[in-house]
């Protein structure tokens, strides 16, 4: 963490030159970026679920909870929130179906996030395995300087995933026509398009949106390579996160990525200040979110779930 405490320090140490028009403009962009993710979710709920009232209000709630807990916790715990406030909001409603209705947002952004490191390999920005371990702030370079201990913990995961699903599968009354009933809007692909993709397509061009606004707020070229870049490292960030956010690996990639195009603190600066406001939007929106839901702001008892209902 030492290398993330330094950027942090030398975002500070730039924060009279941060253009503050262009932040505020990233931050409403990111705010509908996730007004677009939570309505797609909402669909994909209410297809699962024809005979229940699905309010987007409630899901777009348990939607930014989750991405306000996430903000603060490692390994993506707010999911676990996320599935909760939702099931408290969808009478009737399995945890497992809600989670499998999640599945379908996954295909698009998946494919979106391919097509992008695609990009980026062809452009050849990205470090190579023997280098990942040598990268400052690196969440996971211990990998590399501990293959050992990699392997063993990756047959330790394999494991408890197999046990996991044998135990889900005896747990869960008709697990399997419940991740199913989660999935059936695949089977109308017009209203997929239409209910789905289409917020999802909003999602990702808000995306872009909002670097294009950040890249402008610190002062960095504003072009369509910089932007995939930057979405690039985050993508890559937040594929296991580890650490709040991915915010080392995230500025390690960033760092590398752009190399000795860009100056290493003016780099920091950005990483770390759009790290930084994002964190705080999520965080004030997502604890808000919590408190209304539940009437007080004690994340942890949502992350305790009960038994999935069969």
């Not at 937040?238 to 990525?257: D, H, K, N, R, W």
Request: charged residues 15%; positive net charge; aromatic residues 12%.
């Amino acid at each position: 963490m030492g290398e993330v405490f330094h950027a942090i320090r030398v975002f500070f140490e730039q924060l009279a030159a941060v253009e503050f028009g262009p932040l505020g403009l990233a931050v409403v962009c990111h705010l509908a970026k996730t007004a677009c993710t939570s309505r797609a979710w909402r669909n994909s709920i209410a297809a699962a679920y024809p005979e229940q009232e699905v309010r987007w209000p409630s899901i777009y709630g348990a939607y930014v909870s989750a991405v306000g807990v996430n903000a603060v916790l490692p390994a993506r715990g707010g999911d676990a929130v996320k599935l909760y406030l939702a099931h408290r909001s969808v009478a009737d409603s399995t945890y497992a179906t809600l989670a499998s209705t999640l599945a379908v947002l996954a295909i698009f952004d998946a494919t979106m996030a391919t097509l992008i490191f695609t990009y980026a390999l062809t452009l050849g920005v990205l470090p190579g395995l023997g280098v990942l371990p040598h990268l400052p702030g690196f969440d996971f370079r211990w990998v590399g300087q501990s293959p050992e201990l990699a392997i063993v913990l990756g047959l330790a995961l394999v494991i408890f995933a197999i046990f996991g699903g044998y135990w889900l599968r005896f747990r869960v009354h008709d697990l399997k026509d419940h991740l199913k009933q989660g999935v059936v809007i695949l089977r109308d692909r017009p209203r997929y398009l239409r209910e789905i993709a289409v917020w999802q397509a909003g999602d990702w061009l808000l995306r872009f949106v909002a670097i294009w606004f950040f890249l402008d707020a610190f002062g960095l070229e504003q072009t369509l390579r910089n932007v995939l870049l930057v979405q690039v490292t985050q993508s890559l960030a937040t594929l296991v996160p580890v650490s709040p956010g991915g915010i080392g690996t995230e500025q390690a990639f960033i760092v590398y990525v752009f190399d000795r195009a860009v100056s290493t603190s003016r780099l920091l600066s950005f990483s770390v200040g759009m790290k930084l406001t994002l964190v705080a939007t999520n965080v004030a929106v997502g604890f808000t979110a919590i408190f209304l839901m539940l009437g007080h702001v004690r994340w942890r008892e949502a992350t305790e779930r009960p038994a999935p209902r069969g």
